[in-house]
């Protein structure tokens, strides 16, 4: 090969080097640049799933604190009913508080039903089908409707059991959370 044609060749192997390079290192630089996109997406979503995760974990927890203390204010006001009754002066006053409790627990309790696992609501159940069948035995003895079996003793006894029940659901519920006991 002549002299001439092997510089223009070493020329042409030149530019061609200079310009693969330069091709290589954008090729690679958009590479490295899609791979932090992907990356900056991932954490995107990952952050996004914690967030809605906290999310139901707030909601959750927010439903069990309100669903927690309309049971207790409930369980209070009808052990209330029932000294009243024992000591016979029951008020319009006090059965209207009863009535106004007993529709907010009932109102916590349906938005529990909406919001929290089975484990939690099968306690909350419970606890409203007792907190029912205390009402029920009272409303019957103070109305003068009471059946054989509508006592102020099986009224004390849902009185005790409710307390069990209580306790009960709130240990689901914190466990339910995450919550040592």
């Known amino acids: 090969m002549s002299p ?8 042409l192997v030149g530019i061609a080097g200079t310009l693969a390079s330069a091709l290589l ?3 690679s630089a958009n590479h490295n640049k899609l791979r932090e996109l992907e990356r900056a997406d991932q954490q995107r979503l990952e952050d996004r799933a ?8 707030e909601a959750r927890r927010s439903c069990y604190v309100a669903l927690n203390i309309a ?19 029951v008020t319009d006053e006090l059965r209207t ?22 484990s939690v609501l099968e306690k909350a159940g419970a606890v409203n089908g007792n907190l029912s069948q205390f009402y029920g035995i009272l409303k019957a003895i103070d109305a003068g409707t009471a059946t054989p079996s509508d006592t102020v003793e099986a009224a004390e006894s849902r009185r005790l059991r409710s307390w ?3 306790g009960e659901m709130r240990a689901a519920m914190r466990h339910d959370l995450d919550i040592a006991s």
């Open 97 to 118: 508080s009863v009535d106004e409790m007993r529709r907010e627990h009932r109102s916590r309790h349906a938005e529990a039903q909406m919001v929290v696992p089975d």
């Open 164 to 166: 069990d029940l209580l």
């Open 50 to 57: 914690y967030q809605a995760q906290q999310a139901v974990l």
């Open 71 to 89: 049971a207790r204010l409930y369980q209070t006001e009808l052990t209330n009913y029932l000294a009243t009754i024992i000591a016979g002066n």
């Open 25 to 27: 290192t954008q090729r």
């Open 4 to 11: 001439s044609a092997s510089a223009l060749v070493i020329a």
